[in-house]
């Protein structure tokens, strides 16, 4: 499927050698983080049928936007490990230079389905974050 029949907001989890290629796609930064969180989640659970959850808030920053984009990401590592939550979905609120906020809608691990192993980390190799002619795209390799 080529880019201009893909849907003006998405995510994509595609394999890579050994790892994960996550690559998301909005027409606007904000809802291209958010994307880039709903891939990277869909890559160990599935959260279709879980709980509305709660609001967790998240700071991050500063940093260049594709380094917010390893930031966000794992954000998402440590709602998992430390807190034994996932994010079901992440609204990104603020995005002003350097920073981005928001929040999560986190639910217990325990209650989604486990499709794959928790990641370890996001690669600084190939990373990438951007607008482009049709909007904003992001991609990242992530350590499975």
Known sequence: MGADERAARGHAT????ADARIEAWAPDGAACYEEAVAAFV???VDTDDAPAGRLVRFEIGPATPTELLVLLLEEVLVAVEVDNVVPRAAHVERWEDDRLSGTFSVVPVATVAIVGSVPKGVSYSELSFGAQE??????AIVDV
């Open 14 to 17: 595609l394999p890579h050698v």
């Open 42 to 44: 869909e890559l160990f």
């Open 134 to 139: 049709s909007g904003w795209r992001c991609e």
